[in-house]
C-alpha cells in the first residue's frame, strides 16, 4: 500500500507540475517565417492574421537559388505574384494581385494552393473547351482575374511568352519541384461546394448574402467591397472598376461560393454554411465589375454553366 501511495503522489505531483510549466518557447519568431507546425507544405487553413505575411518556401531568402538566371526568374515571379499590379502594371490596370486568391504567396491550406501543380499541365479546360498549359491558364488569369482587357485597345494582350507570364511559370514550377507529374495533390481543387447542397439559381437570395457580407466580411473586406489596409496588406476589391472582370471563374456564383467557403472569413474560414457561402456570392456578384470583351468565345464546346450570371443567356 506505501508503495501505491508514493506512486499515486508521484504521478500527481508530475501532472500538476506539467499543468504550471509554461509551453515550449518556439523560439524567436520572424515575420514571414512559419513557426508552428505545417500542413504538409503548405501553412494551415485556419490561423492567425499574423500569418497572413508568412511563406514556407521564399525564393527570395531560399540559399539554393544562386545568380542563375532561372534563379532570378523565379525570384522575380515570387514579386510578380506578390505585388501584380505594381510589378506587372502594363499588364494590370487594376488593383487585383495573384497573392489575393491565393493566400500566402500560393502556400496555404483551402486557399487555392499552387504547390506540386505544375506537372498537371496541360489539362483540359472546359471554357476553352482545349487543353491549356500552365502558361496559358497564366495568361487567362491576367486576362481576366486581373483585368489584363481593361487597359483598352492600345494594350498589348498577355501573351505565353510575356516576360511576366514566365517569370510566374518559373515560381509556380519551383513550388512543383519533387512533386509527381499527373498526379494531382491532395490539397488542389477542394475549394467546391459539393453538387448536392448547391442552390438552385432562383432560390439564391443576394440580400440575404449582404446581410451575411455586412456581418462577417467588413473587417477586412470594407462595407464598400474595396478591402481594409491590414500593415502593407489590403484584400483585393471585392467588385467596382479595379476588381476581377466578369469573364473570370470568380465571377461565377457556385465557383466563388467555395473560395468563401472554405477560405473566408480569414480568422474563422470553413464557419459559413455552404447555403451561407452560396448566398454571400450572390450579391457579390450581383455588383457591377469590369466587363470582359470575349465572353462569346467562350464554352463554344461545354455547355455554359448555369452559375455564368454575367453570361448572356445561351441556348445549350
Known amino acids: 500500500m506505501k508503495c501505491y501511495a508514493l506512486s499515486v503522489t508521484v504521478v500527481v505531483a508530475a501532472m500538476l ?5 509554461k509551453p515550449p518557447d518556439p523560439g524567436p519568431i520572424t515575420l514571414g517565417v512559419p513557426w508552428y507546425p505545417l500542413d504538409g507544405p503548405l501553412i494551415p487553413a485556419k490561423m492567425t492574421m499574423v500569418t497572413a505575411w508568412d511563406v514556407p518556401s521564399n525564393p527570395l531568402t531560399d540559399n539554393s537559388l544562386d545568380d542563375s538566371k532561372l534563379s532570378k526568374e523565379i525570384k522575380s515571379g515570387y514579386r510578380l505574384f506578390t505585388n501584380t499590379p505594381v510589378e506587372a502594371k502594363r499588364l494590370v490596370p487594376g488593383k487585383m494581385a495573384c ?3 491565393h493566400l500566402n504567396a500560393g502556400q496555404r491550406n483551402r486557399a487555392l494552393p499552387l504547390v506540386g501543380i505544375a506537372g498537371q499541365f496541360p489539362e483540359y479546360n472546359r471554357r476553352a473547351g482545349r487543353l491549356i498549359t500552365l502558361a496559358d491558364r497564366i495568361v487567362d488569369c491576367f486576362l481576366r482575374s486581373e483585368n489584363a482587357t481593361g487597359r483598352g485597345e492600345e494594350g498589348e494582350p498577355p501573351s505565353p511568352t510575356d516576360r511576366e507570364v514566365l517569370a510566374l511559370q518559373a515560381y509556380i514550377t519551383w513550388l512543383s519541384r519533387g512533386y509527381d507529374v499527373g498526379a494531382n495533390p491532395q ?16 432560390k439564391l ?6 446581410e451575411l457580407y455586412l456581418d462577417r466580411c467588413t473587417n477586412c ?4 467591397g474595396q ?3 491590414v500593415g502593407d496588406k489590403r484584400p483585393g476589391p471585392l467588385w467596382g472598376p479595379d476588381s476581377w472582370n466578369d469573364g473570370a471563374g470568380a465571377a461565377r456564383i457556385y465557383t466563388l461560393a467555395g473560395i468563401i467557403r472554405h477560405m473566408m472569413p480569414y480568422l474563422d474560414p470553413g464557419s459559413l454554411t455552404d447555403e451561407e457561402a452560396q448566398h454571400v456570392a450572390a450579391f457579390i456578384n450581383s455588383k457591377p465589375r469590369p466587363a470582359y470583351p470575349f465572353k462569346d468565345r467562350d464554352y463554344l464546346t461545354e455547355a455554359l ?4 450570371v454575367y453570361y448572356p443567356k445561351r441556348t445549350n
Open 17 to 21: 507540475a506539467a499543468a504550471c510549466s
Open 99 to 101: 497573392n489575393n486568391c
Open 187 to 202: 490539397w488542389r481543387n477542394k475549394n467546391t461546394i459539393p453538387n448536392e447542397t448547391l442552390v438552385p439559381m432562383d
Open 205 to 210: 437570395d443576394a440580400k440575404r448574402g449582404e
Open 221 to 224: 473586406h470594407g462595407v464598400d
Open 227 to 229: 478591402g481594409v489596409t
Open 305 to 308: 454553366p448555369v452559375d455564368s
